[in-house]
């Protein structure tokens, strides 16, 4: 690695090509090819640092370093391992679902107890501990339950409702007030069992919080591996937000990455390189259907889906520095944000559509900028730290996540816009891409464990945190999505 790094500087450091990269790439190539890869899609930018390389260079140039670094060829479901949750996590207890004689594909139930207890603010009863097992409300005996400190209670059967289909009708009772909060029933095909056990589990985060649950959402990244003739291989995949029933969306040889999705959740778009050079591309999820929005000469990077799905913040270098653009998806009419000798990159919209947050160097130092849409007037937001990047607004508009760095360490911090004061949220040191669960309570991003990209998840106050790792290959870029059915 040390005989690549001394051959490709000196090729980088002329200036004369048109594709950028920075220095902080190179000095981690030995030990960080993840950052790499997000990096060179014109995210953590500094002016100072910046040097130029050929996308068609760029390309070998990512596939030497992760090819060094690549697992098995095997893919791999996502497993959640929590290593950080609340003190105080609420007593819950969730009876095994009577379902008759039926031999079904789930058992809802660990489903259910998962979600929660990913989320760090529920402990599940272990199913060996309970006193009893009701499925309705008449065999509840509250008494049961309150020897073994239980303050919630679910309860529920699952029945035939007609040819492949099923219908759960579920209960919660407070165990402390010993009444009923509700009942509900929901149905579906067999195939969706799983979904609808994350229903269960978002019904029952709200009325313990008042936040709704974001259990039934999914997650979109990049995985990369080696095939057995050396030959790099990048896979951009959609999984749920527990990381089960993993799916394939695009395979390529060449890199991919920047997956975003579309507010309503059947599109994603993204960076791919497999025309030789970065073009974003948009995909419908139910059929595969592609379109290619952009392959201009230069950067094509950081695609943004606006708020209302009907426009598409990016970046581009077509006119020369690397500025922030907005595309009308009905027509492909471009408009030019920004116009400054910086590199402005890494665009998301503000929740109500009327401005975007992006990355500028342009006070020679990596910090978070926001344009108006209506006026153009651009503002710094960020003057904490010498280093803030790959922003994004929550939805409530109270703050933004970002990358920060610390006493030289890339961590994942939130702004708090009301008091002015970044809070530092993660303890690794090499985090990258965060990405905001639809309520606002958690941040997936990627890092790095055991010399192999991983993801990771920290809730918005740093209380919570697990990792997903995947067991065989390289992960990144994670994308996580819009609540589902709204």
């Known amino acids: 690695m040390t005989d690549i790094y ?25 030990s960080l090819p993840q950052a790499l890869y997000s990096i060179v899609g014109a995210t953590l930018v500094a002016k100072s640092l910046l040097v130029r390389v050929s996308a068609r260079t760029l390309t070998k140039l990512l596939s030497i370093v992760l090819l060094w670094s690549a697992m098995a060829t095997q893919a791999a479901e996502l497993t ?27 058992n809802v139930v660990p489903i259910i107890n998962g979600d929660l207890k990913r989320s760090g603010l529920f402990e599940p009863l272990p199913k060996g501990d309970m006193l009893s097992q009701p499925n309705e409300r008449k065999n509840v005996f509250f008494r049961d339950w309150s020897a073994l400190d239980v303050e919630f209670l679910v309860v529920g059967k699952i029945k035939r409702a007609a040819e492949n289909r099923l219908e759960i009708q579920y209960e919660m009772f407070d165990v402390l007030k010993q009444k009923r909060i509700f009942v509900e029933k929901i149905s579906g095909a067999e195939s969706q069992l799983r979904d609808m056990a994350h229903m269960i589990s978002d019904k029952i985060y709200q009325q313990v919080t008042g936040i709704p649950g974001a259990f039934n959402t999914r997650i979109v990244y990049v995985s990369a591996a080696s095939r057995e003739e050396k030959r790099l291989n990048f896979r951009l995949m959609r999984a749920d937000s527990d990381g089960a029933r993993e799916k394939l969306i695009l395979e390529s040889e060449e890199p991919i990455m920047s997956p975003t999705w579309s507010p309503d959740a059947k599109e994603i778009a993204y960076v791919s390189f497999e025309s030789g050079r970065p073009a974003i591309y948009r995909q419908k999820l139910a059929t595969g259907e592609r379109d290619k929005l952009t392959n201009f000469r230069g950067l094509n990077s950081a695609p943004a889906w606006s708020p209302d799905g009907n426009k598409m913040a990016m970046v581009l270098s077509k ?75 929550r939805h409530d508009g109270s703050g933004l996540i970002m990358v920060h760095r610390r006493d030289g360490k890339f961590h994942i911090a939130e702004l708090n816009f009301k008091t002015e004061r970044t809070n530092v949220l993660t303890e690794t040191s090499l985090d990258e891409s965060p990405s905001l669960a639809p309520n606002d309570s958690m941040i997936i991003y990627a890092t790095r464990q055991n010399r192999r990209g991983i993801l990771a998840a920290v809730s918005v106050d740093g209380n919570v945190k697990y990792i997903l790792p995947a067991s065989k290959r390289d992960v990144r870029e994670p994308a996580w999505s819009p609540l589902l059915g709204k």
């Open 319 to 393: 006119d020369g520095s690397a500025d922030v653009y907005v595309m009308e998806l009905a027509t492909k009419q471009l408009k030019r944000l920004t116009r400054s000798s910086a590199i402005d990159t890494e665009p998301s919209w503000a929740p109500d559509g009327k401005s975007i947050i992006f990355t500028s160097d342009r006070g020679r130092r990596p910090q978070i900028y926001k344009v108006t849409l209506a006026s153009g007037l651009i503002e710094r937001l960020t003057f904490e730290g010498d280093y803030n990047a790959r922003a994004a607004m």
């Open 6 to 30: 001394k051959k490709l500087m000196p090729r980088v450091q002329s200036g004369a090509l048109p594709e950028i990269i920075s220095h902080r790439a190179f000095s981690r190539l030995k």
């Open 80 to 106: 959640i391992e929590i290593n950080q949750g609340q003190d105080n996590p609420t007593a819950i207890a969730i009876v095994p679902f009577d379902t008759g004689r039926m031999s079904l594909p789930e």
